[in-house]
């Protein structure tokens, strides 16, 4: 942060601030205390109890006599929930008395946080009982926001998405999904989008970690983190790269420090010197986009000192050879230290490093992924595992930090526009499974879309804004532009092209914000534009959505582990659930019966009718058979959650006790049904374990062989037990027989499998029967170092869309435009080389990140007064040489102007942080615009405690090849002092 500020600045940055609150504190808990008792004794913890009378803003308040009939007055529950912030997965205990939610406890019992929180985790309750939420439905009216019923907003709502629909068909409203919606709910919006009838829905996974699910899986078999936060204590040596985990994800650096205290290293590779890299052996700076001259330079010294596994890769691994004639040609240090600014040296110590240190392990974050190379970036991560030897490996593994709390459910479960539940994609086959799960017919799912529709992926969310301004004839879609958008759960100023936005929001027929808070999309939308740009028909509806802690349900953390959350309190204000919004909408467009079919409705706020979360996931389980969402059933959750002290902290595997063998949170893929009791798999891919015990091997997903080149594992790769010692294609029906296997599956499980597969054989019996035998069920093959369907099959640097390095530029040029690409026309080359000198006039290269204080957009957490004190200001930060060059000291006012056209203002923090040639600014910010404050454009009352500029309001145009991920952490700025 800038300064801490005095009592009397927060004083009147947060109303009521109580100036005694510290001396009380201080006199009620003592003089001195251990870690533990000073935790328990804190906010987090019970001693909270001591100063709850001191505590300001009503975050504490008296729990109120229960009804009569109803529980004693001073009633206690304690909900077991889980963090609605970042990936790890942290637990809290939430003690609740009548109702009210007075505080939260630590579990010291978690195997994955311990207790500990990061200042988020801390203040949870305020999030749950946050004052500055989304109170009632409100309506846009002449500039301001009004307050209206439920049933006026349902009604209008639906009758103008009809209207639409009528005019120009489904695919002219798009759906934003959210990655804080539960398993559940984020499964049951994509069935409720299939059900309107389009795939133009998305979710924040596209721009945070899209590049690394295609990269990924594409290499391997599954696009998700191979290992586990815990399983880190385990590594002798981790690389992070474009990982700032010490703000991103606090409580992860947790295990990481364990395992330098047995002797682990550490090394960070950042444009930036983060907290992250203050806790390195080594830190590597490179220029922001540089990631696989880096990476590749690794990989020069690992094939010329012999460091490669090459058994490993005989068996395992698919193209390397070709990999290797690359690197050796077109990465020799000089070319490395031109491109990404690491000397030999640093290269050889690096590769040394982890090479010597092996197992070794690898993490990124979205400082890898955000590029228009992405997908290129994360495969030549994998390709340094793979030739080391790391992956399928305890204390090695691609750990991939994910960002959002379901991020990773989500992403599994949840609203894609290429993918049904469990990435089944949308070919037909895969809508006649899920039709089968969800008790419909295919054809009348048919004809929901529009004609040829069904089986094409939709737009993203990082270009709807085109979807609404692009030429309808450039469109490749029948509906032409975008006329409709739900932001269902997700911040706009965490998209890039803010300037972009504004227009295309204005252009819009219906905006609706269904959100605990109304979000930067709700002063964007009624703060003026340009008059001739907005549409006069438009109506914008703010309805307010319950937090996580207002309704139960499953999550997954980045690790694939799910945990079960309890319902801490009842929604609250006029809030609903996400699922019974979902629910109320599909009643009055007329698809209510299909939408519930396949699970039970109950009673929820006022006695109307939502989903049971409990009977979603068993829906779930019915159909995921994929990626092995089949054996996490509530009952099995539940059990885990209230035996967490039985789990191993560093294999997270139960010791004793009713969970015995189990893995923290059934990590998926746990395969089969619940009743066949699959452990989960904590490590992807190992062969040191049989499949029962959670090993496994890499995904046969790409053929046999490829020209004439085998692609399945050699002889002798194989889990420990497997009766098919070699590779092997996936199992199927005809397989079954083919092995003399098939009378192994009872009689009705011999019906169900019959012409199936194991993705889609109902019964679970073809994955049983495999499993018996000790083989995988998605077969047995090599990982692909090479990737023949992506645009650079080996991994290529190619220099940002917009670059400060003409001259490299002429070298590693990027793509050529695209047409049709995910529905849209896509730019590349033409920007790229209208804008070759773009670095003459905007010579510094512009990267974004996060705070420790604040999460994603950052709405609901600058709403939180108490982490809202921690970080007032939006700011820049900027190396000391750049800013005596423009004149700035520390503190001033300053200007960040893009080729947008962009010109934020912000506060400068002068740094040695970052490098001469680059600046930083946190993503998190939303409710300035280009130095006007937005307050009186949000509903009264519902405005974040601090507000600033978004940096996404001036980034510019780049998306990923393959995937559409923005290019946020590579752009061009200048800046000048405010006078």
């Known amino acids: ?257 364990h395992a330098k205290e047995t002797g682990a290293k550490m090394i960070v590779v950042d444009p930036r010197f983060t907290r992250t890299a203050a806790r390195a052996d080594e830190y590597v700076r490179i220029r922001s986009g540089s990631d696989i001259p880096f990476l590749f330079g690794m990989l020069y010294h690992i094939f010329k000192n012999g460091w490669e596994d090459k058994k490993y890769i005989n068996d395992r691994v698919y193209g390397m050879d070709q990999i290797k004639a690359d690197v050796m040609a077109n990465w020799t240090p000089d070319k490395v230290e031109e491109a990404c600014g690491v000397n030999e040296a640093q290269m050889y110590k690096v590769a040394e490093m982890m090479a010597k240190n092996r197992p070794s392990t690898l993490v990124w974050c979205m400082g890898q992924t955000q590029h228009s190379i992405g997908n290129a970036m994360v495969r030549a991560s994998c390709i340094v595992q793979l030739a080391l030897g790391n992956i399928g490996v305890s204390g090695g593994g691609a750990n991939i930090f994910r960002g959002h709390d379901n991020v990773q459910g989500a992403t599994d479960v949840g609203p894609n526009p290429d993918s049904l539940p469990g990435y089944y994609g949308v070919a037909e086959g895969s809508w006649k499974h899920w039709c089968r799960v969800w008790g419909v017919d295919y054809e009348w799912i048919k004809s929901r879309y529009a004609e040829g529709m069904s089986t094409k992926a939709g737009m993203t969310v990082s270009r709807w804004v085109d979807g609404v301004l692009e030429n309808p004839e450039l469109i490749d879609q029948k509906a032409g532009n975008l006329r409709g958008l739900f932001f269902w759960g997700h911040a706009p100023n965490s998209q890039t092209r803010g300037l972009d936005m504004k227009k295309a929001m204005d252009k819009l027929d219906l905006l609706v914000v269904i959100d605990p808070y109304p979000s930067a999309t709700a002063s964007m939308a009624a703060m003026p534009g340009d008059p001739a740009g907005l549409n006069p028909n438009r109506e914008v509806y703010l309805l307010p959505a319950a937090t996580q802690f207002e309704c139960s349900g499953s999550c997954t953390a980045s690790n694939r582990s799910l945990q079960w959350r309890e319902k801490v309190i009842e929604p609250m204000f006029d809030s609903r659930t996400d699922h019974m919004i979902m629910y109320q909408l599909a009643e009055k467009l007329g698809f209510a019966d299909e939408f519930s079919r396949s699970h039970t409705l109950v009673k929820g706020k006022g006695g109307m009718m939502e989903p049971e979360m409990e009977s979603v996931l068993k829906e779930i389980n019915k159909g995921t058979w994929t990626i092995g969402y089949t054996g996490q059933s509530p009952e099995r959750l539940k059990l885990h959650m209230k035996n967490m002290h039985t789990f191993n902290v560093r294999t997270l595997k139960a010791e004793g006790g009713p969970c015995d063998g189990d893995y923290f949170g059934l990590p998926w893929p746990c395969y089969g049904t619940a009743d066949i009791k699959h452990p989960g798999s904590p490590n992807l891919y190992s062969t040191e374990k049989s499949v029962m015990d959670g090993g496994g091997n890499f995904r046969a997903n790409f053929g046999v062989e490829k020209d004439g080149v085998n692609l399945l594992a050699e002889a002798g790769s194989h889990p420990v037990g497997a009766e098919i010692t070699t590779g092997h294609p996936e199992f199927t029906a005809d397989m079954l027989k083919q092995l003399g296997w098939w009378d192994d599956l009872t009689e009705a499980e011999k019906v169900e499998a019959e012409g199936k597969n194991w993705k889609t054989d109902l019964s679970g019996g073809i994955q049983r029967v495999a499993m018996k035998h000790g083989c995988h069920p998605f077969g047995n093959a090599k990982a692909r170092a090479v990737v023949w369907n992506f645009p650079d ?135 300035h615009w280009e130095g006007k404050d937005l307050l009186q454009y949000y509903p009264e009352g519902a405005a974040p405690v601090v507000r600033g500029e978004a940096v996404n309001t001036a980034t510019t145009y780049g998306y990923d090849s393959v995937t559409m991920m923005q290019e946020t952490k590579t752009t061009v700025c200048q800046i000048e002092k405010l006078v």
């Open 1 to 257: 942060m800038l300064k801490r500020r005095d009592e009397k600045t927060v004083a009147k940055v947060i109303p009521n601030h109580n100036h005694s609150l510290l001396n009380k504190i201080g006199s009620r808990l003592g003089a001195t205390m251990d870690r533990r008792a000073f935790l328990k004794r804190s906010g987090i913890g019970v001693g909270a109890g001591a100063v709850a009378g001191s505590l300001p803003f009503g975050m504490v308040r008296k729990a109120e006599a229960a009804a009569e009939g109803g529980a004693a007055s001073g009633a206690i529950e304690i909900k077991r929930t889980i963090c609605t912030h970042c990936s790890v997965g942290c637990a809290t205990d939430a003690v609740v008395q009548n109702g009210v939610w007075v505080r939260q406890n630590p579990v010291f019992e978690s195997p994955i946080n311990l207790g500990a929180h990061c200042a988020k985790g801390a203040a949870l309750r305020e999030h749950g009982h946050g004052e500055y939420r989304l109170k009632y439905p409100m309506k846009l009216v002449d500039g301001k926001y009004q307050k209206i019923s439920w049933d006026e907003a349902l009604d209008a709502i639906t009758k103008k998405m009809l209207a639409l629909r009528e005019e120009n068909g489904p695919d002219s409203v798009f759906f934003i999904g959210s990655s804080k919606h539960n398993n559940e709910q984020s499964y049951l919006l994509r069935k409720w989008v299939s059900m309107w009838g389009t795939n133009n829905t998305d979710h924040q996974a596209r721009i945070c970690h899209s590049t690394t699910v295609a990269g990924v899986a594409n290499t391997w078999g599954y696009g998700a983190m191979t290992n586990s936060y815990n399983d880190m204590q385990n590594t002798k040596c981790a690389l992070y790269i474009g990982s700032n985990a010490a703000e991103a994800h606090p409580v992860s650096v947790l295990h990481m420090l």
């Open 793 to 927: 099959p080996v991994p290529k640097h190619r220099e940002p869309i917009y670059s400060t390095k003409p001259d490299l530029v002429a070298k590693y040029p990027t793509h050529d435009d695209k047409a049709g690409f995910w529905r849209l026309p896509t730019l590349y080359k033409s920007i790229q080389e209208k804008n070759a000198d773009i670095g003459k006039s905007f010579p510094l290269i512009m990267t974004s990140g996060r705070l420790v204080e604040y999460e994603g957009g950052g709405e609901e957490t600058r709403s939180n007064p108490w982490l809202a004190e921690l970080q007032q200001n939006m700011f820049v930060e900027i190396n000391p040489k750049a800013a005596n060059d423009r004149g700035i000291k520390h503190g001033d006012q300053v200007r960040v102007m893009t080729p947008t056209g962009a010109k934020i203002q912000v506060q400068a923090l002068v740094t040695r942080r970052v490098g001469e040639d680059t600046v930083f600014l946190p993503f998190h910010f939303s409710g």
